[in-house]
């Protein structure tokens, strides 16, 4: 079993749509959290880092449920620009990062 | 200011050819993290330094692959005797703090697509 995982995809939806990414993590030690964008033939990007009570910044919301060990990652009112590999990201003993296999998001007109 | 660099872009080897692949992070920052991915796959973690110590080294997929950081500033991925299945992008990335934490965001170089024949 690998130690992060997420759904996988891909996610095709049309502009306006809501979609919700789910990622599993199986280490409990794990201490932080992020969800990373990824371009085709480029490099990650952060989105957002994910927090214990939630967060939200626009039409982004992150959640985090430690007992169950997921994360979940909320976009509202999808845009065509949304369109990308969505990675989630678990770090474990304060700086070794592991990456899901990501889950790729197409948003149509 | 400048973001984190890579060197060269595109690299293609011959099997069994040795490859050096340059990482330049952003100047100041303190960590430096190199992963590998495969098409269609997350970044693995391969390494890391703090400033010019290796840390961490558990993600190398041999001995054939070796990283550097003589100065704590510029890293150099090496692969030695370069194998098909070498075949991926690499990725660096830094970061300003020590630890991986929320706030201490992991910037990524454009990496460095290495195709072995």
């Known amino acids: 079993r690998k130690e992060v995982e997420q759904d996988p995809g891909p996610f095709n939806v049309p502009e306006g749509a809501t979609v919700a990414f789910n990622c599993t993590y199986s280490n409990s030690a794990s201490q932080s959290f992020f969800w990373y964008r990824q371009d085709c033939r480029k490099e990650p990007k952060l989105l957002m880092s994910?927090?214990?009570s939630g967060n939200e910044d626009g039409r982004f919301t992150a959640q985090l449920n430690r007992a169950s060990q997921y994360i979940s990652l909320l976009i509202r009112d999808s845009k065509l620009s949304d369109s990308a590999t969505y990675l989630c990201a678990v770090t474990t003993g304060g700086f070794k990062t592991i990456f899901g296999a990501g889950t790729r998001l197409f948003v149509k007109a | 200011g400048a973001g984190v660099s890579q060197s060269p872009r595109y690299k293609v080897a011959k099997r069994g050819q040795d490859v050096a692949l340059r990482c330049d992070p952003i100047s100041g920052h303190v960590s430096l993290f190199w992963y590998q991915q495969a098409l269609g796959q997350g970044p693995e973690f391969l390494t890391y330094?703090?400033?010019?110590?290796?840390?961490?080294k558990s993600g190398l997929p041999s001995d054939r692959f070796f990283a550097e950081r003589p100065e704590g500033s510029v890293s150099t991925l090496k692969i030695q005797r370069t194998q098909q299945e070498d075949s991926a992008v690499y990725l660096c990335a830094s970061s300003l703090k020590v630890e991986t934490s929320s706030g201490n965001e992991q910037f990524f170089g454009p990496g460095t697509r290495l195709t072995v024949l």
């Open positions: 994910v927090y214990s």
């Open positions: 330094f703090q400033n010019e110590a290796q840390l961490d």
